[in-house]
């Protein structure tokens, strides 16, 4: 069955260090993987999506990777700040010619940046 | 202006009882969902709807059934109430199916069923 893993349930850094978090899927060939941030009590937020024809791609601080021979992207915030802690999830769908597959999410990773 | 608002943001009930969850989006998207989050925060598809009409049913009991007024609503409501049924209910919206789109989520419904 198609599996996602995110590395770590936490992870923790130090204020103005990149943050880089691991999502790793299995049993899947997904077209489109996105990234979410979900603060506590709140729904998730869109953040970036990439294409599997992308290699990178970067908005802001934030830059994403896609490597579909490794299955794995990896997320990273550069100069993080102590905003940027959260819960950040990744979401892997395929589109199934002109029907709606799933939007499968991994389990996510909680970010804590210390001043 | 709130892009995808749900009601209630809490939901206190017993078991057997029948309960609603309504959804509105005001960004003209085409798309709806709704997902399930449990308590080891497993993000869960349960349906989606486009232009009204279902799209996508995972598998989730019978005594769970939305509802799509129109497209700028999708209101979920369950049926006699399980404690499995505990979790927090969000409400997304895309432009449109397929997931080149990215989706706009509410900020959700905590259900305790007790």
């Known amino acids: 069955s198609q599996k996602i893993e995110q590395n770590s349930e936490a992870l923790n850094i130090q204020e103005g260090k990149t943050a880089t978090l691991t999502c790793n899927y299995t049993?899947?060939?997904?077209?489109?993987l996105q990234w979410y941030r979900q603060d506590p009590g709140r729904g998730p937020v869109f953040l970036l999506l990439?294409?599997?024809?992308?290699k990178e791609k970067r908005k802001e601080r934030l830059k994403v990777t896609f490597d579909t021979t490794l299955k794995q992207s990896l997320f990273h915030i550069t100069a993080s700040q102590p905003a940027d802690s959260a819960t950040y999830l990744c979401?892997?769908?395929?589109?199934?010619?002109?029907?709606?597959?799933?939007?499968?999410f991994g389990k996510g990773t909680k970010l804590s940046v210390k001043p | 202006d709130t892009a995808v608002s749900q009601t209630p943001k809490y939901l206190v009930t017993q078991m057997g009882n029948d309960k609603s969850i309504k959804c509105e989006q005001n960004?003209?998207?085409?798309?709806m969902y709704w997902y399930k989050q449990d308590s080891k925060k497993f993000l869960k598809i349960m349906f989606s709807?486009?232009?009204?009409?279902?799209?996508i049913n995972e598998t989730v009991p019978n005594r769970f059934s939305p509802k799509s007024p129109d497209k700028a609503h999708l209101n979920l409501h369950i049926n006699s109430l399980e404690l499995g049924d505990s979790a927090v209910y969000f409400c997304?919206?895309?432009?449109?199916?397929?997931?080149?789109?990215?989706?706009?989520f509410g900020p959700g419904t905590r259900l305790t069923v007790t």
């Open positions: 997304a919206s895309s432009q449109d199916r397929g997931f080149s789109y990215e989706q706009y």
């Open positions: 049993n899947y060939s997904p077209a489109y």
């Open positions: 990439i294409r599997e024809n992308e």
């Open positions: 979401a892997l769908g395929r589109d199934y010619g002109g029907s709606q597959g799933n939007l499968i």
């Open positions: 960004l003209g998207h085409d798309t």
């Open positions: 709807y486009n232009n009204k009409e279902l799209i």
